[in-house]
């Protein structure tokens, strides 16, 4: 893929999709491509998390468990971030994450967005409102569910 091919699957991304073209292309310079064959783990459920990794090209699969107890969470193609909070904050991997066949992945480590937040405060206060929004409708959404998991009324 190219530098542009590369801006272009970041402008895919939610939470990059509202940043300017040299914001991307900062982002897709400084982060780091990795080339994973079919079933390598890219990271283990509890270990440090240090970054997010956008999907490129391919498939990772994120599971939970081992052996015989292993428990596929799901699949994600291009354009999908994984482990977008360990951007910001740190954090621990909730699943493990391996390829599904040929896959590319780029590494987009904490520093780097710190380094963005810091040196672009417009793109910090952007970030901040999307994720700000994201977590309202998630705390709506969850509210919604609070009658399915309640139980019956106390007697």
């Not at 977008?84 to 699943?95: G, K, M």
């Not at 480590?109 to 380094?115: G, I, N, S, V």
Request: glycine share 8%; hydrophobic share 45%; net charge negative.
């Amino acid at each position: 893929m190219t530098l542009e091919q590369d801006i272009a699957r970041l402008s895919m991304v939610p939470l990059f999709a509202e940043l300017a073209t040299d914001h991307l292309r900062l982002i897709a310079f400084s982060a780091t491509r990795l080339e994973l064959a079919d079933g390598r783990v890219l990271f283990r459920a509890d270990a440090k998390a240090l970054s997010g990794f956008v999907v490129m090209a391919g498939e990772i699969a994120l599971s939970r468990g081992s052996g015989d107890d292993t428990v596929e969470l799901g699949r994600y193609g291009p354009g999908t971030l994984l482990g977008e909070s360990a951007l910001f904050v740190e954090t621990r991997r909730p699943a493990t994450a391996t390829a599904v066949g040929d896959t590319l992945v780029v590494e987009i480590d904490r520093t780097l967005m710190r380094r963005i937040l810091t040196e672009f405060p417009d793109v910090a206060a952007r970030l901040h409102a999307q994720i700000a929004d994201r977590l309202i409708e998630t705390v709506g959404e969850l509210g919604a569910l609070e009658n399915r998991f309640a139980g019956p009324p106390p007697r």
